[in-house]
């Protein structure tokens, strides 16, 4: 089930902290360009074959045998699925330090 959600329901503040989650937290495994590291790649290319919803699910409860951390106890369901989008639209790429 994909969530619903709008960007809008995320304040500005939230989502520049939110991408900078994904910069900073995700980058430290996958590459500050997420061109893959010790993690996998996250490039729009690489998650074009992935549903929405799946991807939410494994930000928030991880994969077994992964080194990536569940985020359900930092994150709301449309927090994860504002980071999906991003990374779809490569916006994490865009990220103000």
Known sequence: MTPVWSEDSIPATRQK???????????????????????????????????DDALVEIIMQSLPGRPMPPWRFLLEEKEAAFLVRAMRTSQTLKVEQ
């Not at 900078?20 to 590459?31: A, E, H, N, P, V």
């Not at 893959?36 to 074009?48: D, E, H, K, R, W």
């Open 17 to 51: 902290e939110l991408l900078y989650l994904l910069q900073q937290d995700c980058g430290s495994c996958r590459g500050l360009t997420f061109k893959g590291g010790l993690g996998t790649p996250l490039l729009p290319a690489n998650l074009a074959d992935k549903p």
